[in-house]
């Protein structure tokens, strides 16, 4: 099975991520590449692998993507993508799976690998909650970008918009504004599977 948590831009996604990865080290990390620069915190091959787009279009050639998606940032052009890189076996001693995306790759994780492969496990918080923790968030980088903050909390509520999630079957989300209760519920969907 595989876990997968989704939500806007700072709702707590790598909140989450991260107790869950303490809490449950049995579960295996599928690690997503990306093309845009790395943040103060982050670690290649941990947080993300982070690749040029020479080296993504090699895997493109190979066959080996999954899904991509790209952003048109004030930045440039960054690119995500699921590369089948071998990470998730589908043998019957696999074992369990958790990753962070977008409701996009979500998706096409699940054409992928199958509906019955993958569990969604949505996040969402207010408006005001992420606007706070985003800007929180940029202040920590060494050139904050809050542009880029505002183009990604404008593209959210169509990529995260209630038809969108209806159309990738989500009928149901965890709400992030009491930690504990959010992940109370989390803990309880991880357990009973």
Request: with cysteine; charged share 35%; proline share 4%.
């Amino acid at each position: 099975m595989i876990y997968y948590i989704m939500g806007k831009s700072a709702c707590g996604k790598d909140t989450v991520y991260r107790r869950i990865r303490e809490d449950y080290p049995e579960l295996a990390p599928i690690v997503l590449y990306t093309t845009r620069p790395m943040r103060a915190g982050e670690q290649d091959g941990v947080t993300y692998h982070f690749i040029d787009g020479n080296k993504l279009r090699e895997y493109e050639a190979a066959g080996k993507v999954i899904e991509k998606r790209a952003y048109d940032t004030v930045q440039g052009l960054w690119e995500y993508a699921c590369i089948d890189d071998g990470q998730v076996r589908t043998d019957p001693e696999a074992p369990d799976y958790i990753a962070i995306g977008t409701l996009e790759a979500y998706e096409k994780m699940k054409d992928y690998y199958g509906d019955s492969s993958i569990e969604p496990i949505y996040l969402y918080a207010s408006d005001e909650t992420r606007l706070r923790r985003a800007v929180k968030r940029e202040k920590e980088q060494e050139n904050p970008n809050y542009m880029e903050i505002c183009r990604r909390f404008l593209a959210d509520d169509g990529d995260f918009s209630d038809e969108k999630l209806a159309e990738a079957g989500i009928d149901h989300g965890y709400e992030i504004e009491v930690f504990d209760d959010c992940y109370r519920a989390i803990r309880a969907l991880l357990e009973d599977a």
